[in-house]
């Protein structure tokens, strides 16, 4: 590993790509921030590999990389809150930059009168915020390293607020969390996975998360990028085409699977969905044509996030709300990841019954009420015998959702794409490998390991 100090204001000469005992050092033709004051390359098998900030390399010839990496550390100082607004005990606010410490040691005093920069990396230090000259709040502040540091103060938007905007009277520039991770993260995908996780809502799509926050999807794409190299196309192209399989899993481990209860009026939905929930969170009566609107409700089948939506029972001739309310089911049954046709095991099986379960092959398919029936009535497909009321059936059907969502889950530690962006650059470079456009494809696979160029990326700043 080497490492090169690089000043950010140098114009960076091409063709200076240079050896060193380690390894190569690459010169940068174009950078994308004037603040990114350190790369440090990894040399393999002799060639070098870049990767970010549309670092250009020389002229010369080096071939195409994956595991180099910017240190990325503002010389502009950034800040952040890291927790959402509202209330809560402890607010926690980020500050980077070569000049991190500084800028809070201008306002923070220690409660041990020692100034802040005597303490050791990562001490936790209790102190007060002085901004403005007064006895400020007392704070917790601990520098995670040389370039940054988390202010830890009252929770509230108020407190926070106060910290944020004496930091930025000192010369700091305030950021969103999401933008402090793409900037600060050393790989856009590590960024990526950083702000998924903050929007995952199962203790299993995290760790699915943190190991590509680690580098599984990195290392996957590295590894099909240098087998493009050796003119190992199909070994490529079937590991390209398992990371697609992935790919509308991977968009799962942020939005929930969708699951929709479907089924005539008065089949018992409203009451299955309850039972599989265990509250009642949809109204239940005797009467047909009950629920008009969709219900939804967020659980976790098998660790995998759900969202249920109960639906009007499906049925013409309703009032001018209930064929709203029908409209509606259409529309969600069409946009359904999965979805569950209830039939009522005490009524016949009807020509509509058949309609029914012919409009959705892939169901699961559920004969309801089977408390009142020893068998449900007429010839009918086979499916899941239940009863919202004495729980006969529910279990399998939690199962039987389970396997639609994810037949197969992945292996723990494997690479799963998990943003459009990776999606659609997976696909495209599959797409160009089939018609042997092997350059173009390892140039897809290669751009999502950079970050877009500057003009590009989202702008999130407070
Ligand atoms: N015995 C028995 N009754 C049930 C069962 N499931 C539902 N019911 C009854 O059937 C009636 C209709 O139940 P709902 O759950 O409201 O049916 P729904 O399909 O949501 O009805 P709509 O919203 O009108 O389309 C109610 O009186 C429920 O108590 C069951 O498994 N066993
Ligand atoms: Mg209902």
Redesign the pocket.
Same mark, same amino acid.
């Given at each position: 590993m080497a490492s090169v100090q690089i000043d950010p204001r140098a114009a960076i000469t091409p063709n200076a790509a240079t050896e060193s005992k380690q390894g190569y050092v690459i010169s940068l033709a174009a950078m994308r921030t004037s603040n990114c004051h350190e790369i440090v390359c990894r040399a393999r098998t002799g060639k070098l590999l870049p990767t970010h900030y549309n670092v250009r390399l020389s002229e010369r010839r080096v071939d195409t990389v994956h595991t180099g990496r910017i240190n990325h550390r503002p010389d502009d100082c950034l800040v952040s809150v890291l927790t959402p607004p509202g209330r809560s005990a402890v607010a926690t606010v980020s500050v980077v930059g070569s000049r991190a410490i500084a800028h809070v040691s201008e306002l923070f005093r220690p409660a041990a009168r020692t100034g802040l920069q005597q303490f050791p990396i990562a001490r936790i230090v209790v102190g007060r915020w002085t901004a403005e000259g007064h006895e400020g709040e007392e704070v917790v502040v601990c520098c995670l390293s040389q370039d940054a540091v988390d202010v830890h103060c009252h929770g509230g938007r108020t407190a926070a607020r106060r910290i944020v905007d004496s930091l930025i009277a000192a010369g700091c520039r305030e950021v969103g969390w999401q933008r402090m991770a793409e900037l600060c993260e050393e790989t856009p995908i590590a960024a990526e996975a950083r702000i998924a996780l903050a929007a995952a809502r199962t203790e299993r799509t995290a760790a699915i998360l943190l190991a590509q926050y680690r580098g599984a999807l990195e290392a996957e794409l590295t590894a099909i990028v240098a087998l493009l190299e050796n003119e190992e196309t199909d070994a490529a192209a079937d590991r390209l085409r398992r990371l697609e399989r992935y790919a509308d899993f991977g968009k799962h481990l942020t939005t929930p699977w969708r699951v929709v209860?479907t089924?005539?009026?008065?089949?018992? /939905?409203?009451? &299955?969905?309850?039972?599989i929930l265990g509250y009642e969170r949809?109204?239940?009566?005797?009467?047909?044509? !009950?629920?008009?609107d969709v219900v939804t409700a967020t659980t976790a089948i098998d660790g995998w996030p759900v969202e249920l939506a109960?639906?009007?029972?499906?049925?013409e001739g309703g009032d001018a709300v209930e064929s709203a309310g029908v409209r509606l089911a259409r529309e969600r049954l069409a946009a359904a990841d999965v979805v569950v046709a209830?039939f009522?095991a005490?009524q016949r099986w009807t020509a509509d019954s058949t309609l029914l379960a012919e409009a959705w092959p892939d169901a699961v398919v559920v004969h309801? /009420?089977?408390? &009142?029936v020893p068998e449900p009535a007429g010839d009918r497909p086979a499916g899941l015998r239940?009863?919202?009321? !004495?729980g006969?059936g529910i279990a399998e059907l939690v199962q039987a959702l389970a396997s639609k969502i994810a037949p197969n889950p992945p292996p723990p530690e494997a690479a799963i794409p998990f943003t459009s962006r990776q999606a659609d650059a997976i696909e495209n470079a599959f797409r160009l490998l089939e018609t042997r456009k092997k350059t173009a494809s390892s140039t897809a696979i290669a751009r999502l390991l950079k970050p877009p160029p500057a003009n590009t990326l989202p702008q999130r700043e407070a």
């Open positions: 209860l089924g005539h009026a008065n089949v018992g /939905k409203s009451s &299955l969905i309850n039972a949809s109204i239940v009566f005797e009467q047909p044509g !009950t629920t008009r109960d639906t009007a029972g499906l049925r209830v009522d005490t309801s /009420k089977c408390d &009142l239940t009863s919202a009321i !004495t006969q």
